[in-house]
């Protein structure tokens, strides 16, 4: 079963809309989150993390900016979107839970985001 | 500055013939390593991880990689390559420290070919 999901799983938007990406965590508490985004299928870029509920730090400046309204939710968000923040979003976590390791990221499914 | 380095682009095997993925890193003290393997449009699985002990490390889906300390090198191997192993792969290193924050190489893409 699935214990990170994240949606939509796609998404094509406007260039200048908002943007609200949500990755949320089963079964486990006060998790490490993480935000990336991979361009071109290549590269991850680390763009925010976080260790507790309110608590983000920053990878890269950017037009984007995260938020953890609760213990295993983490929302990737934008007011005004550009043509470069296409990409594909990942969120992964670390934490306790019974068949993981705490010393290892494991991932969500993704986000494909288009700016148009 | 801590990097990791993936010097393919993309590796060419044929179904059957062993195959490795290389990797090497720039890190100090003594890193966490780790494989992951991501296919179209999925997020990244991990397949195995490095902390101490045995060079050799068993993962999953019949892939093995192998710590260099002196090289400081981990190269992803499986002997008997299959063409479902096609995909994109990602070396990591979690240096010594806090939040678990990964240091990705920028992937290698396994093309098995029949």
């Known amino acids: 079963s699935q214990t990170i999901h994240q949606w939509p799983a796609t998404l094509v938007q406007p260039v200048g809309s908002p943007l609200s990406l949500e990755c949320t965590v089963e079964?486990?508490?006060?998790?490490?989150l993480y935000w990336y985004r991979q361009a071109a299928g290549r590269g991850l870029q680390l763009l925010f993390y976080?260790?507790?509920?309110?608590?983000i730090s920053s990878e890269v400046p950017q037009n984007l900016s995260a938020s953890r309204p609760q213990d295993r939710q983490f929302i990737l968000s934008s007011k005004k979107l550009l043509l470069s923040d296409s990409g594909f979003y990942l969120c992964a976590w670390v934490g306790g839970l019974a068949g993981y390791s705490t010393d290892t990221q494991y991932f969500g499914p993704g986000t494909r985001l288009t700016v148009l | 500055a801590q990097s990791v380095a993936q010097p393919e682009d993309q590796v060419n095997v044929a179904e059957g013939n062993p195959l490795t993925v290389k990797c090497t890193y720039s890190?100090?003290?003594?890193?966490?390593l780790f494989w992951y393997v991501q296919y179209p449009n999925r997020g990244l699985q991990f397949l195995l991880k490095y902390i101490t002990g045995d060079n050799l490390v068993k993962g999953s889906y019949g892939f093995e990689a192998e710590f260099n300390k002196s090289q400081t090198s981990f190269h992803l191997k499986k002997p008997s390559a299959l063409v479902s192993d096609s995909a994109l792969y990602f070396c990591a290193v979690l240096p010594s420290g806090g939040y678990n924050k990964l240091i990705f190489g920028a992937g290698t893409r396994l093309a098995v070919h029949p």
């Open positions: 890190v100090s003290g003594n890193p966490y």
């Open positions: 079964g486990t508490s006060n998790p490490n």
């Open positions: 976080s260790v507790g509920i309110g608590q």
